[in-house]
């Protein structure tokens, strides 16, 4: 009679087993879909950002380091060489929301550059952001004077070179100039607390990058470059600029307090670096660049 019983009860169990094994199996299908959809909403929080090689990769980590550009923010990916990112974007443009592609172009002409590269890149049926480093992105190393002398072999020779340097865009064979200064292939940290407003004052195609990044993750970018430039290369320019088109008692500036300067005053406010002169000397450059982008959009 026990036996009987048994018999019966584990039969009158088999069933509950059974129903009890699928649900588990279903709680873990359903986990890992739950766990797919999570990694997948992280990665659309993401972007990608591809780069040619494993330098590049080097120094935009330091840049994003200076410009406080959370790094946690992007997914980066070396692709070898620009012949494998048609094939990288094909395959992550469904995962993430934003891919961006970071190449060399030796075309002295940011807008033309970019062109140029997409159509090197060949991938316009997928949407994508495209950013060129002119010539190369070794000439962003040069891009803050100081800190590429600080960081060099601090020979008697290359100070020399350094000091007859074009600026960062116009550098015939910055890989090659790179090697010579800072050691061959030692680039990893020569960007570390670089002056990254003088940098973006020096290279459009430097500041170009950092200002587009940090829009496409809707960030305020950490670079004043207008102040920077208006202080180091921009001086003497501006100064000459209010002195040649406007007459020297004309009144060009009213501070807050009320106090009238005529141009002839802004031109020595300028040459001497005082804080109107820097403020005259930006909100020129702000009004002159948005006048040619507007005619550039007509």
Request: with cysteine; glycine share 4%.
């Given at each position: ?5 048994k ?114 890149i ?5 949407k994508?952001?495209?950013f ?9 190393l ?59 004052s ?60 005529t ?18 000397s ?11 982008a ?5």
């Amino acid at each position: 009679m026990f036996r009987e019983n048994k018999t019966v009860l584990t039969n009158d169990i088999c069933p509950l087993n059974a129903a009890l094994k699928a649900l588990l199996v279903r709680r873990e299908i359903l986990k890992k879909y739950q766990s797919k959809i999570i990694n997948k909403r992280t990665l659309e929080d993401k972007i990608l950002l591809i780069v040619e090689g494993h330098t590049d990769l080097d120094i935009v980590k330091n840049i994003f380091n200076e410009a406080l550009i959370p790094s946690e923010r992007i997914n980066f990916m070396v692709a070898n060489g620009m012949l494998q990112i048609p094939e990288i974007i094909k395959l992550n443009r469904n995962v993430y929301s934003e891919i961006v592609v970071l190449v060399d172009l030796d075309i002295n002409n940011n807008y033309e550059s970019e062109h140029v590269a997409r159509l090197e890149i060949n991938s316009e049926e997928y949407k994508y952001h495209v950013f060129t480093a002119v010539p190369s992105i070794e000439s962003w190393l040069f891009s803050d004077i100081d800190n590429a002398y600080l960081k060099s072999k601090g020979t008697e020779r290359t100070k020399e070179i350094l000091s007859r340097l074009p600026m960062p865009d116009d550098i015939p064979y910055p890989r090659q100039l790179a090697n010579n200064v800072f050691g061959k292939n030692n680039f990893r940290n020569v960007l570390n607390g670089f002056n990254i407003h003088a940098a973006a004052s020096r290279s459009p195609s430097f500041r170009k990058f950092v200002l587009g990044i940090s829009d496409i993750l809707c960030l305020e970018a950490n670079v004043k470059w207008e102040d920077e430039y208006v202080r180091t290369a921009g001086r003497d320019v501006f100064a000459k600029l209010v002195d040649e088109v406007i007459p020297p008692e004309s009144i060009v500036y009213k501070t807050l307090d009320g106090e009238k300067i005529t141009a002839k005053a802004m031109s020595n406010h300028i040459m001497n670096g005082t804080k109107v002169g820097m403020e005259y000397s930006v909100d020129v450059l702000r009004i002159a660049r948005d006048m040619l982008a507007r005619k550039a959009n007509r």
